[in-house]
């Protein structure tokens, strides 16, 4: 009796085997003999062998590329359903042909692009910083790992994204970057000329400020300086003064646009944020309702001391120089502005500035007040209010 009921376990066993239940979206199950799947998705019907079709696809992650997109498709519990590689004319009608998904991918040259024709198409879109990325490479790097470790990072649910940025945005950011490039271009003429006339015995101060001494020496015709190292001079000089053109127009421009926007006519009103900060503020700071606290602001733009705790014992370094890096250089420049001035015109009595400036260094001063004016920023943010000088405040 127990041999026949053995026998018929196995056999009941046996035939469930064959069937493969899915369950479908109105809620039916539906049994097919021989490993056949029925899948029913956006309103189609996709039939397949054992195995999970593209309709299954919840999220595909992109490593992107100027020509070569590798993708990586995954179900909703991880499982890899594609791996292709695709040209930019093949990744766009693909995925304008595929149901709408989450597509993840990293935060690099043309990902806002990207994103904003995918949102176009339907799809929803995920930015994720590279460095959270790296980690969930496996063993070897390559356009197929990076893929995966793009679709494994999305799935975290701590995970941090980058809001993608709009065309207006990335039309300031050209305008910054392009002032950034002729400064320093200007900057390494200047140190040029400088380092050709050294050699010359002629010497001059470092800055801007001093180069009508270098001019002077390659004008003047009683100089010993050989005609072809006068000529060549001259030609820097001749450049230095096309780019600082450049800059003047760049900066009448910059500041048109900082009348003309609200948030940078309102970051202006802070001490030691002018135009070029505001701009800077406004086109690479994210949204400031991402941030609980001025204090995570001010850690995202990596002015706050890096940590090493452990144990329960806390050990705070340098400052972690983590986050955006122009407006934090920026936010440093102008706080040293304001300590400079208050350490020549002597700050008010009684202010947190003129205590901290009778028993601290400048440079730690103005570090301190950087973290300060980006916690001051957050607030008038998200309060869209304009700048409050405490001072005043104490006084009303």
Not at 54 to 74: E, R, S
Not at 80 to 109: N, Y
Not at 159 to 166: G, L
Not at 263 to 284: D, K, N, Y
Request: hydrophobic residues 45%; positive net charge.
């Amino acid at each position: 009796m127990d041999a026949r009921c053995s026998i018929m376990r196995f056999e009941q066993s046996r035939r469930l085997k064959q069937f493969n239940v899915l369950r479908l979206r109105d809620g039916v199950d539906a049994a097919l003999p021989n490993g056949v799947i029925m899948h029913q998705h956006y309103g189609a019907l996709a039939i397949g062998i054992g195995e999970a079709t593209m309709t299954d696809v919840v999220i595909i992650g992109v490593d992107l590329a100027k020509n070569v997109f590798q993708l990586h498709g995954a179900a909703a519990d991880g499982t890899v359903v594609f791996r292709k590689k695709f040209t930019r004319p093949m990744f766009q009608r693909f995925m304008a042909d595929h149901p709408r998904c989450l597509v993840a991918m990293e935060a690099c040259g043309g990902a806002h692009h990207c994103a904003r024709e995918l949102v176009r198409l339907g799809h929803e879109v995920k930015l994720i910083a590279p460095r959270y990325v790296k980690p969930f490479v496996k063993r070897q790097k390559n356009d197929a790992a990076d893929a995966e470790a793009i679709v494994e990072a999305a799935l975290r649910p701590t995970m941090r994204f980058v809001e993608p940025k709009t065309m207006e945005q990335q039309a300031r950011a050209i305008v910054f970057r392009t002032r950034e490039k002729f400064v320093n271009q200007r900057t390494e003429a200047i140190n040029a000329l400088r380092a050709h006339l050294y050699e010359f015995g002629y010497i001059a101060p470092q800055g801007i400020g001093y180069l009508s001494r270098l001019e002077a020496v390659v004008d003047d015709p009683n100089t010993d300086l050989p005609e072809l190292a006068r000529d060549l001079c001259r030609a820097l000089l001749n450049h230095i003064a096309q780019l600082t053109i450049s800059i003047n127009d760049l900066k009448k421009r910059i500041g048109t646009i900082s009348k003309e926007q609200e948030t940078s006519r309102r970051l202006q009103t802070m001490p030691g944020v002018g135009p070029v900060g505001a701009l800077a503020i406004e086109t690479f700071a994210p949204p400031m309702d991402q941030f609980k606290r001025g204090r995570d602001f001010a850690a995202w733009l990596g002015l706050v001391p890096r940590q090493n705790s452990s144990g329960g014992k806390q050990r705070l370094g340098k400052t972690s120089k983590m986050g955006q890096r122009d407006i934090r250089r920026l936010l440093v420049t102008g706080a040293m502005a304001v300590v400079n001035w208050a350490s020549r015109k002597g700050a008010a009595e009684g202010t947190w500035l003129a205590r901290m400036l009778s028993r601290k260094p400048r440079m730690l001063v103005a570090m301190a007040l950087a973290g300060k004016m980006a916690r001051g920023i957050w607030a008038m943010l998200t309060r869209q209010e304009d700048y409050r000088n405490p001072v005043l405040v104490g006084v009303a």
